[in-house]
Protein backbone atom coordinates (compact mmCIF):
# COMPACT_ATOMS: atom_id res chain seq x y z
CA UNK A 1 0.00 0.00 0.00
CA UNK A 2 1.59 3.96 -0.81
CA UNK A 3 0.42 5.83 1.66
CA UNK A 4 1.54 9.70 0.01
CA UNK A 5 1.15 11.91 3.48
CA UNK A 6 -0.22 15.08 2.75
CA UNK A 7 -3.06 16.93 4.64
CA UNK A 8 -6.39 16.76 2.03
CA UNK A 9 -8.08 19.80 1.40
CA UNK A 10 -11.61 18.45 2.48
CA UNK A 11 -15.23 19.12 3.80
CA UNK A 12 -14.44 18.04 7.71
CA UNK A 13 -11.18 20.99 7.16
CA UNK A 14 -10.78 24.34 7.65
CA UNK A 15 -7.40 24.19 5.01
CA UNK A 16 -4.68 21.94 4.26
CA UNK A 17 -1.56 21.88 3.22
CA UNK A 18 0.47 19.30 0.90
CA UNK A 19 3.33 19.78 2.86
CA UNK A 20 5.15 19.06 5.54
CA UNK A 21 6.71 21.59 8.28
CA UNK A 22 9.71 19.35 8.74
CA UNK A 23 12.48 19.34 5.22
CA UNK A 24 13.50 16.23 4.57
CA UNK A 25 16.65 15.12 2.67
CA UNK A 26 15.41 16.62 -1.24
CA UNK A 27 18.40 15.34 -3.26
CA UNK A 28 16.32 13.29 -5.56
CA UNK A 29 14.81 16.73 -7.30
CA UNK A 30 18.08 18.48 -6.82
CA UNK A 31 16.87 22.59 -7.66
CA UNK A 32 16.39 23.87 -10.97
CA UNK A 33 15.90 20.37 -12.21
CA UNK A 34 13.14 18.36 -13.73
CA UNK A 35 12.41 14.43 -12.39
CA UNK A 36 10.38 11.92 -13.16
CA UNK A 37 8.74 9.25 -10.21
CA UNK A 38 11.32 7.08 -11.91
CA UNK A 39 14.02 9.02 -11.19
CA UNK A 40 14.84 10.47 -14.83
CA UNK A 41 16.47 13.34 -14.82
CA UNK A 42 14.59 15.60 -18.11
CA UNK A 43 16.00 18.78 -19.74
CA UNK A 44 13.90 21.98 -19.79
CA UNK A 45 12.86 21.80 -23.42
CA UNK A 46 12.05 18.19 -23.23
CA UNK A 47 9.82 18.53 -20.46
CA UNK A 48 7.67 21.76 -22.03
CA UNK A 49 7.62 19.86 -25.14
CA UNK A 50 5.76 17.07 -23.60
CA UNK A 51 3.29 19.16 -21.60
CA UNK A 52 2.53 21.07 -24.39
CA UNK A 53 1.40 18.17 -26.25
CA UNK A 54 -0.49 16.62 -23.09
CA UNK A 55 -4.14 17.38 -22.68
CA UNK A 56 -4.50 18.20 -19.58
CA UNK A 57 -1.62 19.31 -17.29
CA UNK A 58 -2.33 19.73 -13.84
CA UNK A 59 -0.09 22.18 -11.28
CA UNK A 60 -0.04 21.12 -7.77
CA UNK A 61 0.70 23.67 -5.25
CA UNK A 62 0.63 24.05 -1.43
CA UNK A 63 -1.97 27.04 -1.39
CA UNK A 64 0.38 29.83 0.73
CA UNK A 65 3.61 28.82 -0.71
CA UNK A 66 4.68 31.98 -3.02
CA UNK A 67 7.64 29.76 -4.35
CA UNK A 68 5.44 27.19 -5.68
CA UNK A 69 3.29 30.00 -7.11
CA UNK A 70 6.45 31.56 -9.44
CA UNK A 71 6.94 27.54 -10.22
CA UNK A 72 3.26 27.95 -11.78
CA UNK A 73 3.25 30.89 -13.49
CA UNK A 74 6.73 30.10 -14.88
CA UNK A 75 5.44 26.61 -16.29
CA UNK A 76 2.47 28.22 -18.07
CA UNK A 77 4.52 30.82 -19.63
CA UNK A 78 6.98 28.34 -21.00
CA UNK A 79 4.25 26.49 -21.98
CA UNK A 80 2.42 29.30 -23.87
CA UNK A 81 5.38 30.60 -25.87
CA UNK A 82 5.76 26.50 -27.12
CA UNK A 83 1.93 26.44 -27.70
CA UNK A 84 -0.46 29.68 -27.05
CA UNK A 85 -3.78 27.40 -27.73
CA UNK A 86 -4.19 26.78 -23.93
CA UNK A 87 -6.66 27.42 -21.32
CA UNK A 88 -6.00 27.58 -17.58
CA UNK A 89 -8.31 26.32 -14.90
CA UNK A 90 -7.73 27.53 -11.18
CA UNK A 91 -9.44 25.61 -7.98
CA UNK A 92 -9.68 28.99 -6.22
CA UNK A 93 -12.49 29.72 -7.91
CA UNK A 94 -16.50 28.12 -7.48
CA UNK A 95 -19.02 27.53 -10.75
CA UNK A 96 -20.85 30.59 -10.05
CA UNK A 97 -17.46 33.15 -10.50
CA UNK A 98 -17.17 32.17 -14.14
CA UNK A 99 -18.62 35.09 -16.09
CA UNK A 100 -16.37 37.25 -13.81
CA UNK A 101 -13.03 35.15 -15.21
CA UNK A 102 -14.54 36.02 -17.98
CA UNK A 103 -14.68 40.00 -18.28
CA UNK A 104 -11.45 40.01 -16.12
CA UNK A 105 -9.89 38.08 -19.56
CA UNK A 106 -11.48 40.18 -21.37
CA UNK A 107 -10.85 43.04 -19.70
CA UNK A 108 -13.82 44.72 -18.71
CA UNK A 109 -12.98 44.97 -15.08
CA UNK A 110 -10.03 46.26 -13.11
CA UNK A 111 -8.48 44.37 -10.41
CA UNK A 112 -9.87 45.58 -6.69
CA UNK A 113 -13.66 44.93 -8.69
CA UNK A 114 -12.47 41.23 -9.87
CA UNK A 115 -11.45 40.35 -6.38
CA UNK A 116 -14.30 41.42 -5.20
CA UNK A 117 -16.86 39.82 -7.63
CA UNK A 118 -15.18 36.81 -6.82
CA UNK A 119 -15.38 37.38 -3.22
CA UNK A 120 -11.65 36.28 -2.89
CA UNK A 121 -11.11 37.23 0.96
CA UNK A 122 -14.93 34.99 1.79
CA UNK A 123 -14.08 32.13 -0.86
CA UNK A 124 -10.27 30.89 -1.03
CA UNK A 125 -8.70 33.41 1.46
CA UNK A 126 -4.93 32.94 0.27
CA UNK A 127 -2.82 35.74 -0.41
CA UNK A 128 -3.93 37.06 -3.61
CA UNK A 129 -0.53 38.14 -4.42
CA UNK A 130 1.08 34.90 -4.92
CA UNK A 131 -1.97 33.74 -8.14
CA UNK A 132 -2.68 37.75 -9.46
CA UNK A 133 0.42 37.23 -11.46
CA UNK A 134 -1.20 34.45 -13.27
CA UNK A 135 -4.16 36.01 -13.87
CA UNK A 136 -2.08 39.17 -14.89
CA UNK A 137 -0.82 36.57 -17.70
CA UNK A 138 -3.94 35.32 -18.94
CA UNK A 139 -5.59 38.69 -19.06
CA UNK A 140 -2.42 39.93 -21.06
CA UNK A 141 -2.64 37.32 -23.18
CA UNK A 142 -6.15 36.54 -23.87
CA UNK A 143 -6.30 32.92 -22.21
CA UNK A 144 -9.54 31.47 -21.15
CA UNK A 145 -9.67 30.90 -17.31
CA UNK A 146 -12.08 28.34 -16.04
CA UNK A 147 -13.45 28.26 -12.53
CA UNK A 148 -13.10 24.95 -11.34
CA UNK A 149 -14.52 24.67 -7.95
CA UNK A 150 -17.73 24.34 -6.64
CA UNK A 151 -19.30 26.36 -3.26
CA UNK A 152 -17.56 24.58 0.09
CA UNK A 153 -21.27 24.39 1.16
CA UNK A 154 -22.07 21.32 -1.02
CA UNK A 155 -18.46 19.60 0.44
CA UNK A 156 -19.49 19.77 3.20
CA UNK A 157 -23.26 18.71 2.90
CA UNK A 158 -22.62 15.40 1.05
CA UNK A 159 -19.48 14.82 3.57
CA UNK A 160 -21.97 15.20 6.41
CA UNK A 161 -24.97 13.35 4.32
CA UNK A 162 -23.66 11.21 1.78
CA UNK A 163 -24.11 11.72 -1.85
CA UNK A 164 -27.36 10.05 -2.34
CA UNK A 165 -29.10 12.19 0.09
CA UNK A 166 -28.18 15.70 -0.80
CA UNK A 167 -31.05 17.03 -3.06
CA UNK A 168 -29.73 17.41 -6.68
CA UNK A 169 -31.16 21.08 -7.25
CA UNK A 170 -27.88 22.02 -5.08
CA UNK A 171 -25.50 19.70 -6.48
CA UNK A 172 -24.15 22.33 -8.75
CA UNK A 173 -24.85 19.88 -12.15
CA UNK A 174 -22.10 17.87 -10.50
CA UNK A 175 -22.47 14.31 -11.60
CA UNK A 176 -21.65 11.19 -9.61
CA UNK A 177 -18.00 10.62 -8.92
CA UNK A 178 -16.14 7.80 -9.89
CA UNK A 179 -15.70 5.17 -6.76
CA UNK A 180 -12.47 6.07 -4.99
CA UNK A 181 -9.84 3.34 -5.95
CA UNK A 182 -8.25 1.05 -2.74
CA UNK A 183 -5.15 3.22 -2.36
CA UNK A 184 -6.95 6.37 -2.36
CA UNK A 185 -9.65 4.77 0.59
CA UNK A 186 -6.57 4.13 2.67
CA UNK A 187 -4.89 7.40 2.94
CA UNK A 188 -8.06 9.16 3.30
CA UNK A 189 -8.60 6.40 6.05
CA UNK A 190 -5.28 7.93 7.62
CA UNK A 191 -6.39 11.57 7.39
CA UNK A 192 -9.56 11.02 8.95
CA UNK A 193 -8.14 9.05 11.61
CA UNK A 194 -5.69 12.12 12.05
CA UNK A 195 -8.30 14.80 12.45
CA UNK A 196 -10.98 12.21 13.83
CA UNK A 197 -9.23 10.82 17.10
CA UNK A 198 -12.10 8.67 18.37
CA UNK A 199 -13.13 7.01 15.19
CA UNK A 200 -11.50 3.36 14.36
CA UNK A 201 -8.54 3.34 16.84
CA UNK A 202 -7.26 0.22 19.16
CA UNK A 203 -5.59 0.26 22.41
CA UNK A 204 -2.38 -0.82 22.29
CA UNK A 205 0.56 -0.38 24.59
CA UNK A 206 2.06 2.39 21.74
CA UNK A 207 -0.94 4.13 22.71
CA UNK A 208 0.16 4.58 27.00
CA UNK A 209 3.20 6.24 25.54
CA UNK A 210 1.61 8.79 23.53
CA UNK A 211 1.36 7.25 20.24
CA UNK A 212 -1.48 5.24 18.68
CA UNK A 213 -2.59 2.49 15.97
CA UNK A 214 -5.07 3.32 13.26
CA UNK A 215 -7.09 0.59 12.51
CA UNK A 216 -7.83 1.13 8.89
CA UNK A 217 -10.28 -1.65 8.29
CA UNK A 218 -13.04 0.16 11.51
CA UNK A 219 -12.51 3.18 9.43
CA UNK A 220 -13.31 2.02 5.62
CA UNK A 221 -16.28 0.72 7.78
CA UNK A 222 -17.34 3.81 9.43
CA UNK A 223 -20.41 5.87 7.93
CA UNK A 224 -18.97 9.05 8.73
CA UNK A 225 -15.52 7.80 6.68
CA UNK A 226 -17.84 7.10 4.16
CA UNK A 227 -19.56 10.16 3.77
CA UNK A 228 -16.48 12.32 4.13
CA UNK A 229 -14.80 10.52 1.42
CA UNK A 230 -17.80 11.12 -0.79
CA UNK A 231 -17.42 15.35 -0.06
CA UNK A 232 -13.78 14.69 -1.20
CA UNK A 233 -14.94 12.69 -4.48
CA UNK A 234 -17.21 15.09 -5.33
CA UNK A 235 -14.69 17.83 -4.79
CA UNK A 236 -12.25 15.89 -7.58
CA UNK A 237 -15.38 15.15 -9.99
CA UNK A 238 -16.18 18.79 -9.82
CA UNK A 239 -12.92 19.77 -10.86
CA UNK A 240 -12.33 17.22 -13.64
CA UNK A 241 -16.61 17.88 -15.03
CA UNK A 242 -14.84 21.40 -15.73
CA UNK A 243 -11.56 20.39 -17.18
CA UNK A 244 -13.40 17.82 -19.09
CA UNK A 245 -16.12 20.76 -20.62
CA UNK A 246 -13.40 23.21 -20.90
CA UNK A 247 -11.57 20.64 -23.62
CA UNK A 248 -14.90 19.84 -25.57
CA UNK A 249 -16.02 23.27 -26.19
CA UNK A 250 -12.80 25.53 -27.00
CA UNK A 251 -11.26 22.62 -28.70
CA UNK A 252 -7.92 23.39 -27.16
CA UNK A 253 -5.11 21.21 -27.17
CA UNK A 254 -3.95 21.89 -23.80
CA UNK A 255 -6.08 22.58 -20.56
CA UNK A 256 -3.52 23.70 -17.38
CA UNK A 257 -5.17 23.07 -13.98
CA UNK A 258 -3.82 24.94 -10.67
CA UNK A 259 -5.02 23.47 -7.85
CA UNK A 260 -3.77 21.81 -4.38
CA UNK A 261 -1.64 19.28 -5.15
CA UNK A 262 -3.55 16.77 -2.62
CA UNK A 263 -6.12 17.00 -5.18
CA UNK A 264 -3.69 14.98 -7.69
CA UNK A 265 -1.12 13.62 -5.80
CA UNK A 266 -1.29 9.53 -6.35
CA UNK A 267 -3.27 10.36 -9.25
CA UNK A 268 -6.55 9.26 -7.11
CA UNK A 269 -8.75 12.70 -7.03
CA UNK A 270 -8.83 15.03 -10.05
CA UNK A 271 -6.90 12.37 -12.69
CA UNK A 272 -8.57 9.07 -11.65
CA UNK A 273 -12.21 11.37 -11.96
CA UNK A 274 -10.77 12.44 -15.55
CA UNK A 275 -10.03 8.60 -16.30
CA UNK A 276 -13.83 8.19 -15.38
CA UNK A 277 -14.99 10.88 -18.17
CA UNK A 278 -12.94 9.62 -20.43
CA UNK A 279 -9.64 11.65 -20.25
CA UNK A 280 -6.36 9.24 -19.87
CA UNK A 281 -3.24 12.07 -21.33
CA UNK A 282 -2.97 14.15 -18.59
CA UNK A 283 0.40 14.74 -16.39
CA UNK A 284 0.94 15.64 -13.22
CA UNK A 285 3.68 17.92 -11.76
CA UNK A 286 4.60 19.59 -8.43
CA UNK A 287 7.23 21.99 -6.91
CA UNK A 288 9.80 19.80 -4.69
CA UNK A 289 11.84 21.72 -2.00
CA UNK A 290 12.10 18.93 0.22
CA UNK A 291 8.96 19.00 2.36
CA UNK A 292 7.60 16.01 0.75
CA UNK A 293 9.66 12.06 1.15
CA UNK A 294 11.32 11.59 -1.51
CA UNK A 295 10.22 7.67 -1.72
CA UNK A 296 6.75 9.20 -2.71
CA UNK A 297 7.94 10.37 -5.64
CA UNK A 298 9.33 6.96 -6.40
CA UNK A 299 6.16 5.81 -5.89
CA UNK A 300 4.33 7.93 -8.17
CA UNK A 301 3.06 11.07 -6.13
CA UNK A 302 3.40 13.00 -9.30
CA UNK A 303 4.74 12.24 -12.81
CA UNK A 304 7.23 14.70 -12.98
CA UNK A 305 8.86 17.11 -10.19
CA UNK A 306 10.48 20.51 -10.17
CA UNK A 307 13.12 21.24 -7.52
CA UNK A 308 12.67 24.64 -5.72
CA UNK A 309 14.88 26.32 -3.44
CA UNK A 310 13.56 25.81 0.55
CA UNK A 311 12.48 29.57 1.56
CA UNK A 312 10.04 31.13 4.13
CA UNK A 313 6.97 30.91 2.79
CA UNK A 314 5.45 33.82 4.35
CA UNK A 315 5.66 36.96 2.38
CA UNK A 316 7.06 40.20 3.26
CA UNK A 317 3.82 41.85 3.49
CA UNK A 318 2.37 38.92 5.76
CA UNK A 319 5.32 39.23 7.79
CA UNK A 320 4.35 42.92 8.51
CA UNK A 321 0.47 42.65 9.04
CA UNK A 322 -0.92 42.34 12.37
CA UNK A 323 -3.31 39.62 12.28
CA UNK A 324 -7.09 39.79 14.15
CA UNK A 325 -7.61 35.67 13.81
CA UNK A 326 -11.60 35.41 12.66
CA UNK A 327 -12.68 33.24 10.24
CA UNK A 328 -15.66 35.29 8.21
CA UNK A 329 -18.60 34.19 6.22
CA UNK A 330 -21.21 36.72 4.55
CA UNK A 331 -24.42 35.47 5.49
CA UNK A 332 -27.83 36.62 4.81
CA UNK A 333 -26.26 40.57 4.06
CA UNK A 334 -24.11 40.08 7.45
CA UNK A 335 -20.72 39.19 8.00
CA UNK A 336 -20.22 36.54 10.88
CA UNK A 337 -18.24 35.63 12.78
CA UNK A 338 -17.41 31.58 12.11
CA UNK A 339 -14.27 30.70 14.27
CA UNK A 340 -11.77 32.16 16.04
CA UNK A 341 -7.86 31.46 15.61
CA UNK A 342 -6.37 30.06 19.15
CA UNK A 343 -4.65 32.56 21.29
CA UNK A 344 -5.55 35.24 18.79
CA UNK A 345 -6.07 38.93 19.18
CA UNK A 346 -9.91 38.46 18.73
CA UNK A 347 -10.07 35.59 21.06
CA UNK A 348 -8.10 37.47 23.66
CA UNK A 349 -10.74 40.57 22.76
CA UNK A 350 -13.61 39.17 23.61
CA UNK A 351 -15.32 38.22 20.14
CA UNK A 352 -17.45 34.98 20.61
CA UNK A 353 -18.11 32.69 17.46
CA UNK A 354 -21.89 33.77 15.49
CA UNK A 355 -20.99 37.32 16.27
CA UNK A 356 -22.02 39.93 13.66
CA UNK A 357 -19.60 42.69 12.81
CA UNK A 358 -21.71 46.07 12.55
CA UNK A 359 -18.66 48.54 11.86
CA UNK A 360 -15.09 48.41 12.04
CA UNK A 361 -13.01 51.30 12.74
CA UNK A 362 -16.38 53.44 12.53
CA UNK A 363 -16.91 52.28 9.20
CA UNK A 364 -20.30 49.63 8.51
CA UNK A 365 -19.52 46.55 7.28
CA UNK A 366 -21.36 45.13 4.55
CA UNK A 367 -18.63 42.73 3.37
CA UNK A 368 -16.20 40.66 4.64
CA UNK A 369 -13.30 42.84 2.40
CA UNK A 370 -14.54 45.68 4.88
CA UNK A 371 -13.25 43.67 7.57
CA UNK A 372 -9.94 42.81 6.12
CA UNK A 373 -9.53 45.97 4.71
CA UNK A 374 -9.67 47.78 7.94
CA UNK A 375 -7.77 44.86 9.71
CA UNK A 376 -4.20 45.45 6.60
CA UNK A 377 -4.66 48.94 7.52
CA UNK A 378 -3.90 48.70 11.13
CA UNK A 379 -0.53 49.39 12.61
CA UNK A 380 1.39 47.07 15.18
CA UNK A 381 0.37 48.81 18.91
CA UNK A 382 -2.57 49.98 18.27
CA UNK A 383 -6.30 49.47 19.11
CA UNK A 384 -9.27 49.03 16.52
CA UNK A 385 -12.68 49.90 17.44
CA UNK A 386 -15.54 47.37 16.46
CA UNK A 387 -18.75 47.53 17.26
CA UNK A 388 -20.43 43.45 16.95
CA UNK A 389 -24.01 42.39 16.91
CA UNK A 390 -24.26 39.49 19.73
CA UNK A 391 -27.84 38.26 19.79
CA UNK A 392 -30.24 41.93 20.82
CA UNK A 393 -27.43 43.68 21.85
CA UNK A 394 -24.78 45.49 20.06
CA UNK A 395 -21.70 45.52 21.95
CA UNK A 396 -18.27 48.02 21.32
CA UNK A 397 -15.12 45.91 21.91
CA UNK A 398 -11.75 46.99 21.00
CA UNK A 399 -9.14 45.23 19.75
CA UNK A 400 -6.01 45.59 21.34
CA UNK A 401 -3.06 44.66 18.41
CA UNK A 402 0.34 44.41 20.23
CA UNK A 403 3.26 46.24 19.58
CA UNK A 404 6.07 44.75 17.27
CA UNK A 405 8.76 42.48 18.76
Not at 41 to 60: C, D, F, H, Y
Not at 88 to 94: N, R, W
Not at 191 to 220: C, R, W, Y
Request: aromatic share 8%; with cysteine; proline share 4%.
Amino acid sequence: MKLFRWVVAGCLFVSASVFAEETIDKQCVPDNHWVTSEGQRLGNKSVIAELSKTKVVLLGEDHDNAEHHRWQLHTIAEMYALEPNLVLGFEAFPRATQKYLDKWVAGQIEEKEFLDAVEWERIWRFNKDHYMPMFHFARMNKIPMYALNVERQLVSEVGQKGWDNVADKVKEGVSKPVAASQDYLDVLAEVFAQHMPKHGHKSTAEDQEGEEEIDINAILENPAFQNFVQGQLVWDRAMAEIIYKAIEKDKKPVMVGVMGAGHIMGGYGVPHQLKGLGLSNTKTLMPWDGSVDCQQLKDGAVDIAYGIAVVDTESLEEQERPRLGVYLEHQDNAVIITRLVEGSVAQQTGIKVDDQIVTIAGKPVTKVTDVVEAVKATAFGTWLPIIVKRGDQNLEIVAKFPAKL
